[in-house]
């Protein structure tokens, strides 16, 4: 669990670097800045929403957590969605439309 929990914060950092270095940089013209954001946050969104409702899913036919269990389940989905969103942004940063 402690290596999972590395491999992830190593991502989670890179990921959030790759988003402000975009976020800072002023070489992309506001349009396709604005298209690049908008793809990015669908891909978080759509994170959040699939690990939520596959969640609700397995907690109505298998468990019933409890709320501590829920918590982290909830961080990581987030966690998840950073990841997401920073590496989306780098992706489309090296090959902008």
């Not at 994170?47 to 269990?69: A, D, H, K, Q, Y």
Request: hydrophobic share 60%; net charge positive.
């Amino acid at each position: 669990m402690i290596v999972i929990s590395a491999v992830l914060l190593i991502v989670l950092i890179y990921a959030i670097v790759n988003a402000v270095q975009f976020l800072k940089s002023t070489d992309l013209s506001k349009a396709v800045r604005d298209k690049m954001l908008a793809r990015a946050f669908k891909g978080a969104f759509l994170t959040v929403t699939g690990g939520w409702f596959f969640f609700e899913l397995f907690m109505i036919m298998r468990i019933s957590p409890s709320f501590e269990v829920y918590r982290i389940v909830m961080l990581i989905l987030v966690i998840i969605s950073l990841i997401v969103f920073g590496l989306n942004l780098k992706v489309q940063n090296q090959r902008p439309e």
